[in-house]
């Protein structure tokens, strides 16, 4: 009974495993496909944040379908002393979409 449990264990880990992998493959697809849709590079989509809030340093970014603009944007956060933003960036035509303060030190 107890190779019973430990093999039904092991089945169940190579499983979660294996769904975990798959999910990570779809979401790393998802964003290469979107990138062959922006018009805009990631590293000019960076220039532009960073002159929209001059001083910050970018924490976390990603390109995403969102409504606003083209639909397809470069959302980064970035932070400036120990305030964060969110700063969108159009991937179509690179015009400025959002720049707000977030969390506690939002308005």
């Known amino acids: 009974m107890q190779q019973r449990n430990k093999t039904a264990f ?4 190579a499983l979660a495993l294996g769904l975990a992998g798959a999910a990570g493959s779809a979401y790393a697809m998802d964003s290469s496909q979107y990138t062959k849709e922006a018009k805009v590079t ?5 220039a532009i944040a960073l002159k929209a809030l001059p001083g910050a340093t970018i924490t976390d970014q990603e390109l995403e379908k ?32 959002e720049n707000s303060v977030e969390g506690a030190n939002a308005d």
């Open 10 to 13: 092991l089945f169940a880990s």
């Open 42 to 46: 990631l590293d000019e989509a960076r």
């Open 66 to 97: 969102e409504k606003g603009g083209s639909g397809l944007r470069y959302s980064f956060d970035l932070k400036v002393g120990q305030t964060e933003h969110e700063v969108g960036v159009d991937a179509q035509t690179g015009a400025v979409l």
